[in-house]
């Protein structure tokens, strides 16, 4: 019986180590050799296997969650200001300007109430900032 074992044990420690190097060298999801990487230089494991949370973020949700929480830490003018910086570098978040704004007009009745907040709007993206704060003042 312990030659089985001991066997068995050999088997393992031979496998074992190559079986963790294959699994982590397919675990790897980019390598910044170069700069930025593009999709097409990612390696990834098998897209049934990977877990929901493990997907990254769209660059405007990431964009709304820090001005967000720029205007819980700031105010509202801050985060707008920023917003238009950052839809003036990146023409690409343009389409998604008017929906950050609202999201924050809402989120400054829930911080300042709408006669507070409707004092920070001002003309970035339109008039979004003021609708998401007549939105969230009417219960919309």
Do not use: N
């Not at 910044?32 to 230089?41: D, H, V």
């Not at 990977?50 to 990254?56: E, G, K, L, Q």
């Not at 009745?109 to 009417?138: E, K, N």
């Amino acid at each position: 019986m312990t030659h089985t074992a001991r066997r068995i044990g050999r088997t393992l420690a031979l496998v074992l180590p190559v079986v963790l190097v294959l699994s982590g060298t397919l675990a790897v999801s980019t390598v910044p050799w170069a700069g930025q990487a593009t999709k097409s230089q990612m390696l990834t494991a098998s897209s049934e296997h990977v877990s929901t949370r493990a997907t990254s973020r769209a660059p405007q949700d990431v964009l709304r969650d820090r001005l967000l929480t720029e205007l819980q830490a700031k105010d509202p003018g801050v985060a707008l200001t920023h917003l238009q910086r950052e839809v003036e570098a990146r023409p690409s978040l343009a389409q998604h300007c008017m929906s950050i704004a609202r999201s924050l007009g809402r989120a400054a009745v829930d911080r300042y109430g709408p006669t507070r907040a409707q004092r920070f709007s001002r003309p970035v993206c339109d008039t979004s900032f003021a609708t998401g704060v007549q939105q969230q003042a009417l219960g919309h």
